[in-house]
């Protein structure tokens, strides 16, 4: 069983920067790709960007592409999202996620085995 477990969120003004972590526990997140997906009020849960198991290619929705960084740290079994000029619309709660099945860039909800409790992201204009 995995646990994942996000931290870094909060309430922000437009333009400001956070860093969001996931930490991953009772398995190595080294064999996992790694996703963010945010899910804002009355919306449904949309992926935001996206690590392969290797590390080497990442992928982000065309809403955040520019702004948003994902990164991975396998020795701290710990993977980051950076979200830069953030904007109103990027107030969500953002979850991270783990597939071990799958090697590159995974989108859909439904390849994931493992998720976090998610954290608040709020941006205010």
């Known amino acids: 069983q995995v646990q994942l477990v996000e931290s870094g969120g909060g309430s922000v003004q437009a333009g400001d920067s956070l860093r969001l972590s996931c930490a991953a526990f009772?398995?190595?997140?080294?064999?996992?790709?790694m996703g963010w997906f945010r899910q804002a009020p009355g919306k449904e849960r949309e992926f935001a960007g996206g690590i392969s198991r290797s590390g080497r290619i990442t992928d982000y929705a065309d809403s955040v592409k520019g702004r948003f960084t994902i990164a991975r740290d396998n020795a701290k079994n710990t993977v980051y999202l950076q979200m830069n000029s953030l904007k109103p619309e990027d107030t969500a709660i953002y979850y991270c996620a783990a597939s071990y099945a799958w090697y590159g860039v995974v989108y859909d909800t439904y390849k994931y085995d493992y998720w976090g409790q998610g954290t608040q992201v709020t941006v205010s204009s």
């Open positions: 009772g398995r190595a997140i080294s064999s996992a790709a």
